[in-house]
């Protein structure tokens, strides 16, 4: 199983590179983490923002896959443990799919990419820095495998 995060934004400083790759690599072999970075939506002085969300809307449908489970990160997503994520992330595996999880710009998803997700997840209730869910997704799915795996790191 091959896990995508397709996210709006790109050019993340340093640390958040850092952070990423240290979770990436400890991650199996059979459970790839990728990152495909989407441009952002122009946001001048008095841009259009529904147009700017619509361009990255359109950019992330080029880059979702038909066989991939679509699973949107959004604040009025569905709030899971690590244990509920483990679980999840066991299922998504059992069923065979690759995953994508979205995420969308500074004004969300584009409702196009949300129609097309067969699940809606909740990292937090708090508004996180963009740079910063990249960190925390690829630190959270690590923590769900150990589970799986019965590591001792989730302790």
């Known amino acids: 199983m091959k896990i995508r995060l397709l996210a709006v934004g790109s050019r993340m ?7 990423v790759d240290e979770y990436r690599k400890r991650l199996p072999r059979e459970m790839p983490f990728e990152i495909i970075e989407i441009p952002a939506g122009s946001r001048g002085k008095n841009a259009d923002v529904a147009r700017a969300v619509q361009a990255e809307g359109d950019r992330m ?12 990160l959004e604040v009025k997503g569905a709030a899971w443990t690590t244990e509920q994520l483990s679980r999840q992330l066991d299922s998504w595996r059992l069923e065979g799919q690759d995953i994508a999880l979205v995420v969308g710009g500074p004004d969300g998803l584009d409702p196009r990419v949300v129609a097309r997700a067969r699940q809606s997840w909740s990292l937090s209730a708090l508004t996180l820095p963009h740079p910063l869910v990249r960190v925390v997704l690829a630190e959270q799915l690590y923590r769900a495998w150990t589970l799986l795996a019965g590591h001792p790191y989730h302790r």
């Open 13 to 19: 400083p340093a640390w958040v590179e850092a952070g």
């Open 61 to 72: 449908l080029e880059k979702l896959r038909d066989q991939e489970r679509i699973v949107a």
